[in-house]
């Protein structure tokens, strides 16, 4: 059974930063492109960043510059550190192994006041 657990959110002053961490488990980790995506209340799930097996990544144009996604194969982890946070950065953030159809973790709210 895969399973993901996301970790890492909270409220955070605009312009500060978090780091949300990603568990998984059940599933052959390193051979997966793995991401995260977030989501607003009424809005569709939206892309943030991806990392491949080949540590190829791919980020949203609204976090490049801000957002850097890192995996570590060997804890079977993927991380997202937010610097620089933004109002309109505020969204429940979801883990994800082969997405945006495969599996999903169930989300951490992160928190950006003005």
């Known amino acids: 059974q895969v399973r993901l657990v996301e970790s890492g959110g909270g409220l955070v002053q605009a312009g500060g930063s978090l780091k949300l961490s990603c568990k998984v488990t059940?599933?052959?980790?390193?051979?997966?492109?793995v991401g995260w995506y977030r989501q607003i209340p009424g809005k569709e799930r939206e892309f943030v960043a991806t990392i491949s097996s080949s540590f190829v990544t791919d980020y949203a144009d609204s976090v490049k510059g801000r957002f850097t996604i890192f995996r570590d194969n060997a804890e079977n982890t993927v991380s997202l550190q937010m610097n620089s946070l933004k109002f309109e950065d505020t969204a429940v953030y979801y883990c994800?192994?082969?997405?945006?159809?495969?599996?999903w973790g169930q989300g951490t709210q992160v928190t950006v006041s003005s």
């Open positions: 994800g192994v082969r997405p945006p159809h495969g599996w």
């Open positions: 059940g599933i052959t980790f390193y051979i997966n492109t």
